[in-house]
């Protein structure tokens, strides 16, 4: 079993939906929970993060930790063509030593 | 700022050969990264440096890869000798200390190795 699990995708939905991403993970340790956007052969970005457990909400964006479940999400709301990208989670215990998942591929489309 | 500077972005060459990666971090930024990234495998930290010090190189797949940080602006990633396995997406990263969960990708260098 991969620490951080992650389905690929692609995932591909009309403008204006909801999407939900999700990523499932193995080491009870971690406190630190990231999401990054990476655009086409471009570097990952920070989009969101999250220490330990709860929400948090950036515009369209809402991160969720569950800690009990091993489980956090990405939800975006009112999905636009430009939100088009791979979106990795990404964990840490602590310090700098992050841990990615494979990265989900969505695709919004007009 | 510029952000983080790599180069070559491209770099085709033929197994056996050396290759080196190099990159700029942002400017003030202690934590330098070296990244690798594929289909199979996803993104792959290989190792790290925090002021210009290596702290974690479990990452770095063989002998045949090492990574050095001369001073605060510059670092390289050496491949010798080169294997068609080594094909891959190769992202260079820094960050500061007192904002450890903002790492700051540069573009990539995409090696493909024949």
């Known amino acids: 079993q991969k620490e951080v699990e992650q389905d690929p995708g692609p995932l591909s939905v009309p403008e204006g939906a909801i999407v939900s991403l999700n990523c499932t993970y193995s080491?009870?340790?971690?406190?630190?929970f990231m999401w990054y956007r990476q655009y086409s052969r471009k570097g990952p970005e920070l989009l969101m993060y999250t220490y330990s457990s709860g929400n948090k909400e950036d515009g369209r964006f809402t991160a969720q930790v569950d800690k009990s479940s091993k489980y956090i999400s990405l939800f975006i709301r009112d999905s636009q063509p430009s939100d088009s990208a791979t979106y990795l989670c990404a964990m840490s215990v602590g310090g700098q030593n992050f841990v990615f998942g494979p990265g989900t591929r969505l695709s919004v489309l007009p | 700022d510029a952000g983080v500077i790599q180069s070559p972005r491209h770099e085709v060459t033929e197994m056996g050969q050396e290759v080196t990666l190099r990159c700029k971090p942002i400017s003030g930024h202690d934590y330098l990264f070296w990244y690798r990234q594929t289909m199979m495998r996803g993104l792959e930290l290989l190792i790290y440096f925090n002021n210009n010090v290596p702290i974690d190189d479990s990452g770095m797949p063989e002998d045949r890869f090492s990574a050095k940080m001369p001073n605060a602006s510059f670092s390289t990633l050496k491949i010798q000798p080169s294997e068609p396995r080594d094909s891959a997406v190769y992202f260079c990263a820094s960050s500061r200390t007192n904002s450890q969960e903002t790492q700051y990708f540069g573009p990539g260098t995409r090696l493909l190795v024949l």
């Open positions: 080491n009870s340790a971690f406190q630190y």
